[in-house]
């Protein structure tokens, strides 16, 4: 008979606690974030083909005589006039040969002006018949005979001399040295490469596209170029190869850049985008709106009105831009900001554990 009062004074207690606070917290209301609608891009639907930057006027400078390199005037980016001395070579060999060379040509000169002298001495004797017609046909023959060596004397000095001056490596042209392939002390063949000369005036962007998009692309007469950095300009001339590689089935597309106050390196990545149809629908982002942890790109995509971050991988950037290739659909909401997604998901969960508290 005691227990039921004992029973009912602990359920008045518990009543009791319950009214003081022991009821649960209320779940949390969505945050109100500054949110963006993604939606498939239909005006960069068109065809879009990887491609490099290339110098129009760019040259591999070689050595054209052997020897050993004493200097190396210029180096990687340094601008250069046309004809300015890029490398040295020694120079004992060539002056050897062409100061032999000189040598001959005198010797053979020397030849020549003497058989001439006895040509034009008998020639006049012939004409008084003191010398047969055979005397006078045997040194005209010396003397054609000297005057071919002499010729040939001064074709071999000339060769010679170029070969002492091909130990001075010019610049064929004003440009920017790209590469630089050879230093101090290192013996050269003709033949070996030193250097590598573009001229920044005029660049152009090539890609290979497959044979069936290059058919099609011939018939279009304009393409824009997207650059490394997200700017995009319409290309001043399209050229599509003629024929194609056979290991590769593909064709050699090339578009020539405008001129730029800041224009790309050679070597840097492009994009050649033509008007095509065929392309699929583009996802675009906002690059302020991307996440990048490591190598990992994630976005805050919004599920119940709350972000959850979504990895995503992206494409090309373009304009502050960032092309999503798969992670999110058309329709998906993200937030804007990613530092206010993530301080409202920090609250959440602070309320979430004063809640359990």
Do not use: K
């Amino acid at each position: 008979m005691r227990l039921i009062p004992a029973l009912a004074l602990a359920g008045a207690l518990a009543l009791v606690a319950c009214s003081r606070g022991g009821q649960p917290a209320a779940a949390p209301a969505p945050p109100s974030l500054d949110t963006l609608t993604v939606h498939a891009d239909r005006a960069a639907s068109g065809r879009s083909w990887d491609g490099s930057v290339q110098a129009v006027q760019q040259a591999e400078v070689s050595a054209q005589t052997s020897g050993r390199v004493l200097a190396v005037e210029t180096d990687v980016g340094r601008r250069v006039a046309a004809g300015d001395v890029l490398v040295r070579l020694t120079a004992v060999e060539q002056q050897s040969g062409a100061n032999v060379a000189r040598a001959q040509l005198q010797a053979a000169q020397a030849a020549a002006t003497e058989a001439e002298t006895t040509y034009q001495r008998y020639q006049a004797l012939a004409q008084r018949q003191l010398v047969s017609r055979l005397q006078l046909d045997q040194l005209r023959t010396a003397r054609d005979a000297a005057v071919a060596a002499r010729e040939a004397a001064r074709a071999q000095a000339a060769s010679a001399g170029q070969q002492a001056d091909y130990t001075q490596v010019r610049a064929p042209f004003a440009g920017i040295v790209q590469a630089r392939l050879v230093e101090p002390g290192e013996a050269v063949a003709p033949g070996r490469v030193l250097l590598s000369v573009y001229a920044p005036g005029a660049l152009r962007v090539q890609a290979q596209l497959p044979e069936s998009d290059a058919q099609a692309l011939r018939g279009v007469a304009h393409a824009n170029i997207e650059l490394a950095d997200g700017r995009v300009v319409e290309a001043t001339a399209l050229t599509v190869f003629p024929s194609g590689d056979p290991a590769s089935h593909s064709v050699g597309v090339r578009a020539v850049l405008p001129a730029m106050d800041n224009p790309p390196q050679p070597g840097t990545t492009a994009r050649i985008v033509s008007s095509l149809p065929g392309g699929e629908a583009a996802l675009w982002v906002p690059r302020t709106a991307l996440v990048q942890r490591g190598e990992v790109s994630a976005v805050y995509a919004l599920a119940d009105g709350w972000p959850v971050l979504r990895q995503v991988r992206v494409g090309r950037e373009v304009g502050g831009r960032v092309e999503v290739l798969a992670g999110l659909h058309d329709g998906d909401a993200i937030a804007r900001d990613p530092v206010a997604a993530l301080q409202a998901l920090v609250q959440r969960r602070e309320r979430a554990g004063s809640g359990h508290d």
